[in-house]
């Protein structure tokens, strides 16, 4: 798959409204992009320079472009993704969409991600079991990466997939597909990583392994017509992108949460019901995928913002998570809100396929045991988290101790 030229032209707004005049950098959202999403939100939708494309900060404004479909499209120009991967569900609508969509679904509806709580369970022993015993690790490293890469290699069927594996591919997928400041070194990461993706997935089809997501997509005939292995290899890619960094960073986020929040911590072990209340709110405080691209179809105006066909939008669930407009004291994280819904799954017909899968790895299995079997787990304060991203954010590192 040839990956796109080392330099994006200047996009055509197609609009007119607001427009950060350049004082929005990269390196300022990679290390805290909250401040900046405030600032955009009391303007409504902003053109931002360095991104050649228009922002859409709002709660509101995010549901309305979820929910157009006369007026977006998720098949974006030039979209990084299709780019690097090929044709895939997450940038497409309507019956292509459905069909690639339908075909790798069934290994993750509610009931399937139910069914491996067990043998999840017991990876997530096998982890602890090799820390344990130390009083101490960075906990993403030694266990949530491993953990998400080794559960979702087994979903999707990547048998001879390494933790390591995993972690590097879905790396490569995600600096490509979000490679907005257009650096070289990325591109050429991703593409020379690939061919690894492509050769694994070959295998895995080959011998498809019951149950798993390659098997499904193997047997599909969506439409009347069976997948392509160059359509299941480049929605594998999506997969692996998507489904490793998510429970990853939940896991780590949640504990980081209740930790800094010893009473919050407290109640959740005085009440295990707390814990699904703590994960969402980890997931709406700071949400694992940030950003998402779509592109106008139909001429409309969104706040103040006229757009046209062809305008280019960054469409923002971190932002709309934290939207004073719509939630109490959102910088906060507090397990204690009313029940309510956030946007860290997307919403509409591209809400995450995986949603169950997640909920399973990080709720029902990972921060339990965790819980259960760290006794006096608390933050390392010597080594304090790095914490990064916007398109996709999470912590880099998560120190801590327990009574070994």
Known sequence: MALPATHHPIVERHGSGPDDAGAIAHAELELDPYPTYRELRERGVVWVDALQR???????????????????????????????????????????HKRLRGAAQDPLRPDAAAGLADSLRALADELIDGVVDRGGTDLVSSFAAPFAALSLAKVIGLANASAGDIERWSRAV????SNYADNP??????????????????TAVDHPPPGSIIEAMCAADGAGAPLSIEEITANVKVIIGGGFNEPRDAISTTLWGMLNHPDQLAAVRDDAALLAAAVEESLRWVSPIGVAPREVISPLRLADTDL????????????????????ERPDAFDISRPKTRHLAFGMGHHFCLGVWLSRTQVTTVALPRLLSRLPGLALNLDRPPAIRGWVFRGPNDLHLTWNA
């Open 54 to 96: 228009w922002m859409v900060t709002r709660w509101d404004d995010v549901i309305r472009v979820e929910t157009g479909r006369q007026h977006f499209s998720s098949d974006e120009t030039d979209s990084n993704l299709t780019r690097i991967v090929g044709p895939q569900m997450l940038r497409s609508d309507g019956a292509a």
């Open 174 to 177: 995600l600096d490509g597909s």
């Open 185 to 202: 070194d990325t591109w050429a990461c991703t593409r020379a990583t690939m061919p690894e993706i492509d050769a694994a997935v070959q």
């Open 308 to 327: 046209e066909p062809g305008a280019r939008l960054l469409i923002n669930f971190a932002s709309a998570n934290r939207d004073e407009r719509h939630w």
